[in-house]
């Protein structure tokens, strides 16, 4: 385990709220990742970070931000959410070479536990 | 732009049998390939990391293959047993921006 923490597990929210989910890492990662799970369209990258305040959009951005302005943290915010963000949510990190940018031979993912997210 | 396809979509074997499990990617410029096991409400664990230099990799009853040329990867579980039912997922990690790209999953019954 990369030890992953993901908090809350599960919340439940209001259409128009503001809502964030935390992301904690012990593993010094430099990469780490948001990514959606929903049925039909399996894992989908939100937005992810190479590094503290570099972060960058994935896939299906719109509606989210993220800050990392700690190695060891990386939250996504929904700003007003919508019942379309009823998904679960999956934290990742991933380990590169010497911890930099580059790709090792034994670069992998990680995952957290998720959080699922309810938005009614 | 990297696609990642999983056939069958489910699959239902008795207990004993041997799993065949198919990952199919685009761009055969891949660094590695990881194959993940989702039990239902959980997270990803990771079962297998195949090297891009690699053609095969083996952890107990599992092996996995790869063959970027064709673009391919095969996760082979011999002697199913009831406890190997799970979601299987094979993602491709691109050396740009070092990002996963996920199949869509195989979920597996092995059936007592």
């Known amino acids: 385990d990369a030890g992953i923490t993901q908090s809350p597990r599960h919340k439940v929210t209001e259409t128009g709220t503001p809502v964030t989910l935390r992301c904690h890492q012990t593993?010094?990662?430099?990469?780490m990742y948001w990514y959606r799970q929903d049925p039909g369209h399996g894992l989908r990258l939100i937005h992810y970070s190479y590094g503290v305040k570099d972060t960058d959009k994935g896939e299906v951005s719109d509606g989210y931000s993220v800050s990392r302005s700690k190695t060891e943290d990386f939250l996504l915010t929904l700003e007003s959410a919508t019942s379309s963000q009823t998904s679960v949510y999956f934290c990742a990190t991933m380990n590169t070479l010497g911890q930099g940018y580059t790709p090792s031979m034994n670069t992998e993912a990680f995952f957290g536990q998720g959080t699922r997210l309810t938005v009614v | 732009k990297q696609e990642v396809t999983q056939i069958p979509a489910a699959l239902s074997v008795p207990e004993g049998e041997n799993l065949v499990l198919n990952c199919s990617f685009t761009d055969s410029a891949i660094y590695n390939l990881q194959w993940f096991r989702q039990d239902p409400g959980k997270g990803l664990t990771s079962l297998l990391l195949i090297q891009s230099s690699q053609r095969e990799q083996t952890s107990g009853r599992l092996n996995a293959s790869l063959d970027k040329s064709s673009g391919r990867s095969t996760l082979y579980i011999a002697a199913s047993q009831p406890g190997d039912s799970a979601t299987y997922l094979c993602a491709a990690i691109k050396a740009a921006g070092n990002k996963l790209t996920f199949g869509g999953g195989t979920r597996v019954l092995v059936k007592p």
């Open positions: 593993e010094n990662h430099r990469y």
